[in-house]
């Protein structure tokens, strides 16, 4: 223990009583630690991923603003617009073909990159402005969209099937040909050059309308979509079509091949395919059978395979915005969460996180029915499926630095203007959190303020150099706001400069061990540890601080910092709060710590005895968050472990927040998740 010098003599605090037991906190694999399934929801990006495609050890993704490309290896990824190439920044579809290159179709255009270099081509007609789908061939590159379809090649466009809606293409095994699906018209298929055959009802292909193509490991072609009989699955082996229609009827989203599998998006669920191979062996019952219809025009006792289906064990989002079969492996993209490569057994996420930024907490606050999160400099709302930009000044280069619940339900906005030497303080108007004619949001090009937020003041902020980092922002009930400050240097790298009290008569009041050459420290300045990472309140009348350099306790002037003198595995203290009876619990880079009022102890094992970062007091269940998932422990020592495999965006959780509806939202490595209930399905 250290005491902070000049300052009054220690007062300790008393534990209130003993510690949690630590056999009620075991990893996810030993006995009494229970995965359970949740309704989960991820947020990563700003901008859905509407197409991707795979080339030379990098994965592509098609944006409303750029292609974004992922390195396979290391998921580090730049992004490519119109300033790299691209004929403009809008990408309605990718793809790729070993020899034939990267071809990127956006609202302006078709542009190829071959060698490094790009060149760009006019768009056809069709399939003219309104691509939502690509393939890239060795007989040219075809393009579909509710104008028709259209292929491009030496050149020059040709086009195909005016007027049908293309909905999916998938290039043939051979490399050449194509096959179309489209909204009304079931499948085309190129023949030969020239010849599209229409597979439709009319020759035993039931489908109409069509979601998604694929190919099985054997070669055979599969189809989802509808027809007059509901939502079906289709197989054709090059004679005969067969359907398979799902018990109990239900939604069909896609179909692809995984790995070794054959992947099956039915509602809400991924479902394994699986077959049958000798012909009087029983179907296995599974999750949703498979109904094989015959194609009237197959002879009795037709061999074709006979399916049953198996839950996959590992979680995949069946609301994809698009999904590819590549190599051995199969990529998703999706509207909120990046894209994801699976290879039959393990999932790999890509992603930006451009959503929430760089930031390790959560900067948000919500009122009503809804939610506002900081991130990346941006402000964003959430109304219950999607984030929308928030506009809270509308000068352009001023930041959103946080977002914080306010004295009263209220809901309060620090800013950080241009100049990066001050913070501007904003106050949602009543009503406006409602959905009411005040609510300003913008779209991808800006939005038009109006009087939803109201300017409170200005803070002048004393920093050496650079420019304002705020990298947490907790609200007072008297008032003040407790900011941990950082200055940005011209490098980039930020230094920690303590934290900063905002008060309600606009100064500002700062608590740390450095002092500029020209400062003297004012009265009731604290010189406490530079790198301050959380303040909280623990109901004992003292103020605790999470720091790069132990955890601090400071009541009045009395300041005390634990170290490892006292026990600490790690002075690196994320966060602190209380266990269920009570304790105060360290969260810090060698793990989870119990505090008895004079030392601390380590006593836990599995997730909680590495990095833990959160922690969330929620009636009686404690939400822990650990570098390896989300431990959710309750008072009878239950517990669960949630993690990726069950729709978590990271397995590493950085900081945790409990919204006015209940929902938690859990912040981690590669962005947001939403936790609403558990899901008994």
């Known amino acids: 223990m250290r005491v902070i010098p000049r300052l009054l003599p220690t007062v300790l605090l008393l534990a209130a009583c003993g510690a949690v037991d630590r056999s009620t906190l075991e990893t996810a694999s030993a006995a009494g630690m229970t995965p359970m399934a949740w309704d989960i929801r991820s947020y990563s990006e700003t901008v859905p991923f509407t197409s991707v495609t795979r080339m030379s050890g990098s994965i592509y993704a098609g944006t409303p603003a750029g292609v974004i490309r992922f390195n396979e290896q290391s998921g580090d990824f730049v992004r490519l617009t119109q300033r790299e190439g691209l004929t403009g920044d809008h990408v309605l579809a990718v793809s790729g073909a070993q020899g034939s290159g990267l071809w990127v179709a956006t609202d302006n255009g078709l542009a190829r990159s071959r060698d490094g270099v790009w060149t760009n081509f006019a768009m056809g007609n069709p399939p003219g402005e309104a691509v939502s789908t690509m393939v890239a061939t060795r007989w040219g590159v075809w393009a579909g969209g509710s104008n028709g379809l259209g292929r491009f090649r030496d050149g020059k466009w040709t086009g195909y099937l005016p007027g049908a809606r293309i909905t999916a293409l998938l290039g043939d095994v051979s490399g050449g040909g194509v096959w179309v699906g489209t909204d009304g018209e079931g499948i085309h298929h190129w023949e030969s050059e020239g010849r599209f055959v229409n597979h439709s009802p009319a020759i035993g292909q039931s489908l109409r309308r069509i979601r998604g193509l694929a190919f099985t490991k054997n070669g055979a072609v599969v189809a989802v979509g509808s027809g007059e009989g509901g939502h079906g699955l289709v197989f054709f082996d090059g004679t005969y079509w067969t359907t398979y229609l799902p018990r109990p009827a239900g939604h069909l989203r896609w179909v692809q091949t995984g790995g070794d599998d054959l992947l099956l998006a039915y509602e809400d669920r991924i479902l394994v395919v699986r077959s049958v191979v000798r012909p009087e062996a029983p179907l296995p019952a599974g999750p949703v059978a498979l109904q094989r219809v015959l194609a009237p025009e197959a002879p009795a006792g037709y061999p074709a395979p006979r399916y049953y289906t198996e839950p996959l064990r590992q979680w995949l989002p069946p609301d994809a915005t698009v999904v590819l079969a590549e190599g051995s492996g199969v990529l998703i993209g999706t509207r909120t969460a990046g894209l994801v490569r699976f290879d039959g057994k393990q999932a790999r996420w890509f992603r930006t996180a451009d959503l929430v930024g760089q930031g390790d907490k959560l900067r948000m606050a919500c009122a009503g029915d809804s939610c506002f999160v900081a991130g990346g400099g941006n402000g964003y709302r959430f109304h219950g499926e999607t984030f929308d930009r928030v506009v809270v000044d509308p000068e352009p280069t001023t930041r959103v630095a946080a977002f914080l619940d306010g004295p009263s339900h209220s809901v ?143 009541k009045g002037t009395q300041v005390v910092l634990y170290t490892e003198n006292e026990g600490l595995e790690s002075e690196i203290v994320h966060t602190l709060g209380r266990s269920l009876n009570g304790q105060i619990l360290a969260a810090t880079h060698g793990g989870l710590g119990q505090f008895d009022g004079k030392q601390w102890r380590f006593d836990f094992e599995g997730p909680l005895s590495s990095s833990v970062r959160a922690l969330l007091r929620d009636g009686d269940v404690l939400w822990i968050g650990t570098a390896r998932g989300l431990i959710r422990l309750h008072r009878d020592g239950r517990q669960e472990l949630i993690d990726s495999r069950q729709g978590l965006a990271n397995d590493e959780v950085l900081d945790l927040y409990r919204d006015p509806r209940a929902r938690l939202w859990v912040l981690t490595a590669k962005g947001l998740s939403v936790i609403t209930r558990p899901s008994r399905r």
Not at 500 to 515: E, F, I, K, N, Q
Not at 519 to 528: K, V
Request: proline content about 7%; charged content about 25%; glycine content about 14%.
């Open 412 to 554: 309060l906005a620090l800013l950080a203007p241009a100049d990066g030497k001050s913070l501007v303080l904003w106050k949602l108007a009543p009503g406006a959190e409602a959905g009411s004619d005040a609510k300003r949001t913008a779209t991808e090009g800006g939005g038009k303020p109006s009087g939803a937020w109201m300017r409170q003041r200005e803070y002048a902020i004393s920093i050496p150099q650079g420019r304002v980092e705020v990298g947490f922002a907790r609200a007072a009930d008297n008032g003040k706001i407790w900011v941990g400050l950082g200055c940005r240097e011209n490098e980039g790298n930020v230094l920690p400069w303590g934290v900063a009290l905002l008060r309600p008569d606009g100064t500002v009041l700062y608590h740390r061990s450095t002092l500029l050459p020209t400062e003297d420290r004012p009265p009731g300045s604290l010189a406490l540890p530079d790198d301050v990472r959380d303040v909280r309140m623990l109901g004992d009348g003292a103020m605790w601080l999470a720091t790069g350099t132990g955890a601090c306790r400071v």
